[in-house]
């Protein structure tokens, strides 16, 4: 398939002031589209200036979620060139939600290679101070305009950037877990490994009554028993437990994600012992009282890594620690960032520069 390229007439102006960017408010010049048609397969594909879209009110997608999305990042380096990490990962697992979703998968060269182009011609709106990011948001929509339950004979596929700020201002901060005893996110057999609109939609209300209450995140239990700790919110859970690395095995429930992956492989390098295996939430809050759980971490794109300071489960809470993020913690974080940023080596090959 072709990428025609068409002109930005009317640029935005320049970010000016890096310090001020809002996560998922402010958009590039540019941006991905590509059409699909049952019998045509996909095509139309672009790089077209950022602007809305016109939909017929019955699109599918407005009615019955068929969405997928993925979310990676671009980073600026000391030299000044782009690195990206690990997007054929995301591309894959792009298809992997197309798959589940009933939804037509992409060519995975030619996805990879429109996202890159895109990067390459928006490059000047990767920002440079320390910490900042242009965050990537490949889409699909079933746009079809058709009131009834079935798959779509009409998908829209598009890619939009949008300039980050360091998510840590002021220092990596621990937050505040609220482990919920009755929402649950995914259960076996559902589409909690897909990254699909309706997952998160499903999980606002739980996610309100925690912030109601003081709480950063949810902690979700797996849904038949409610008894084994899976993931939070958009970010894996990894404990440092009798000094090894415990995390829930990846069973249709949990999201397969990259940031998960790429720590898990760090810590095997480091010697540690990992176990995929699920976890109950007794073990964490005893854990945490009696001193085996010694660290806890969420892992995932927007936050890399993000200690775990505190968790609460039912009328009980336990700090971990001090309620500062743990030494291991603190090492993944600045390793997995050096390697992003080009600080450090990049031995598995997780880069690729423009
Ligand atoms: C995206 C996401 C993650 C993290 O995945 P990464 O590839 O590391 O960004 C974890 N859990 C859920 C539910 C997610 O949507």
Redesign the pocket.
Known sequence: MNLEILPVTEPKPQITDESSLVFGKQFTDRMFVMEYDTGKGWHSARIQPYAPFSMDPAAMVLHYSQEIFE?LKAFRRPDGSVAMFRPADNVRRFNQSARRMCMPEVDEPFFLDSLLELIRLESDWVPRSEGTSLYIRPTMIATEPMLGVRPADQYLCYIILCPVGAYYKGGIAPVKIWISDHYVRAAEGGTGEA?TGGNYAASLYAAREAALKGYDQVLWLDAKEKRYVE?VG???MLFLYDGKIITSPLHGTV?D????RSTLTLLREMGYDIEERAMTVEEVMAGAQNGRLQEAFG???AVVISPVGSFCYKDRCVQLGDGQPGELTMKLYNTLTGIQYGRLPDPDGWIITL
């Not at 994600?257 to 998960?260: A, E, P, Y």
């Open positions: 979310g990254k993931e958009s970010m894996n999201l994600g990259i940031t998960r892992t995932g794109t």
